[in-house]
């Protein structure tokens, strides 16, 4: 039986070992308390902080500096179903509403609204579900599903990867093209077997930047159209005829914007090379190898050239990125030019580079013949409008002129980011041009801690037993102290 002694029990709130334990057990409960009064509060703060190596749920820059000064109002329709929102891409267009309150965004369903998509699918090939349609006024672009994001195809295994996020790329130009007054139309040159934008890979990103790509042929045009704030010529296969060239000609001397890309051929086109030459440059036949083991891609013919002080490649330096220049050709100054053109050299080669004139060699050494450097791979001319004449021209004519048309392609420019760079930042230069939006995919890849054998057993040892033991040991060191308060 029991007795309870309440003298004794009165007398026991009393000892020193109840005191200990009380003040353990008060402080405890102090600490529980401030731990939840501090998550209630922090919850309640709105702010969110990227830590992400890469700033993967960042806008960038230009992003932030569109939406600071957007002034109509823009809608992002995000087509899903209910419940099926892609939180990675929901996330990401709320950003850019929380940035700005011209912007709104709804959620669309596209099958129990198949009406509302059909507006949108000029092309009649239909709009995924999960792609984003931007709207403001009469002005829309639709960004599919699969332009948000990049692959990688891993040929040995035939396993395509998600290697990052181009939903930024994609959407903030969108913006800029739907609130845009004029969008820049490109003429195509077509009809000498010509590549286009389509077909390097990179219609969309030239699309993105705000620019309209049309076809022209100058043997069925009266003159290159009034509308044309620039021509392109990709890679010509066979030379343009004389009434081909005479019209150009009157283009640039006009005033016009011409971008040449122009590929290694076996043979010289000397219409082509006309127009050079009357801007004071031609291209030299040959091919350009970079001895400098830290200007090339392991291989002379795959340069990687210097990028000197001009709008069009300050912003690739700015933004780290290297270039790549497979199989070019140097542009050459003429010794003789107008004096109102200016040749600016965007693009060149070390010292140790030199010129293989004999194309049938296949060493990768110089030999007897070759022409040393360094050279230039691409130039970016002014021709100066005439004051005494302004009706014949206008405005300053500007051509940028690149000895190799391989490293536009999608191949190249896709990995080498610079690369694309290079070609949209030539398109804004030629419209005289300096809002460029330089915005980089979000890289997706995952950097993995490679321990060896022994380090990974030495990291278990001390994870699974070490750690352990020295928390069992603590415990029952303060236990027996504490046995024999």
């Known amino acids: 039986m029991v007795k309870f002694d309440i003298k004794n029990i009165l007398g026991s709130f009393k000892s020193r070992k109840f005191k200990f334990g ?75 509403a929380d940035r700005s309150s011209h912007v709104k965004i709804k959620y669309i369903d596209p099958y129990k609204n198949p009406g509302f998509v059909k507006k949108y699918d000029t092309s009649g090939s239909g709009i995924d579900e999960g792609s984003l349609i931007v709207e403001s006024g009469n002005k829309f672009r639709v960004i599919n599903r699969y332009d948000m994001v990049d692959y990688s195809y891993n040929e040995q295994t035939g396993d395509t990867n998600v290697t990052g996020l181009t939903i930024e790329q994609k959407l903030t130009p969108a913006i800029l093209y739907v609130t845009s007054e004029k969008t820049p139309i490109i003429y195509e040159l077509k009809g000498h077997g010509e590549d286009t934008f389509v077909g390097l890979g990179i219609s969309s990103e030239v699309e993105a930047a705000n620019f309209e790509i049309k076809d022209l042929n100058l043997l069925t045009e009266k003159s290159v159209p ?18 081909e060239l005479k019209k150009l000609k009157d283009y640039i001397n006009s005033g016009g914007r011409v971008l040449f890309l122009m590929d290694l051929l076996k043979d010289e086109l000397k219409n082509f090379n006309s127009i050079f030459e009357s801007l004071g440059v031609r291209l030299e036949h040959g091919i350009v190898m970079e001895g400098d083991n830290t200007k090339n891609a392991g291989n002379p013919v795959w340069i990687l050239p210097n990028l000197e002080s001009h709008d069009i490649t300050n912003p690739i330096d700015l933004n780290n990125m290297y270039m790549l220049l497979p199989s070019a050709q140097p542009v050459v100054e003429t010794k003789f030019k107008k004096r109102t053109i200016t040749i600016e050299k965007l693009l060149t080669t070390t010292s140790n580079s030199w010129l293989r004139k004999d194309l049938n060699s296949t060493s990768l050494s110089k030999e007897k013949g070759d022409i040393s450097g360094p050279f230039t791979l691409a130039v970016a001319i002014t021709d100066k409008a005439d004051s005494l ?46 809002d460029t939006l330089q915005i980089q995919p979000k890289d997706l890849t995952t950097f993995r801690l490679n321990l060896s054998t022994s380090q990974a057993m030495i990291w278990a040892a001390i994870t ?20 024999h308060l």
């Open 464 to 483: 699974v037993v070490g750690i352990p033991v020295l928390i069992l040991i603590l415990g029952l060191t303060i236990w027996l102290r504490r046995r």
């Open 389 to 434: 004449n302004a009706k014949l021209r206008p405005r300053d004519a500007k051509v940028v002129i690149v000895g190799s048309a391989t490293f536009a392609n999608s191949q190249f420019s896709k990995n080498v980011p610079g690369n694309l760079n290079f070609v949209v930042n030539a398109l804004n230069w030629l419209q005289d041009k300096k």
């Open 226 to 243: 009034q509308d044309a704030s620039a021509v392109v010529v990709i890679s010509p296969k066979t030379d343009i005829s004389d009434i």
């Open 22 to 96: 009380g003040y353990a057990a008060m402080l405890t409960a102090s600490v529980i308390a401030i731990v939840i009064v501090l998550n209630l509060l922090v919850s309640q703060i709105p702010a969110k902080f990227d830590l992400t190596h890469n700033r993967l749920y960042s806008l960038s820059k230009p992003t932030v500096e569109l939406l600071k000064n957007l002034k109509k109002d823009v809608t992002i329709y995000a087509l899903f179903s209910a419940g099926n929102e892609n939180p990675v891409i929901s996330e990401f267009i709320q950003k850019y």
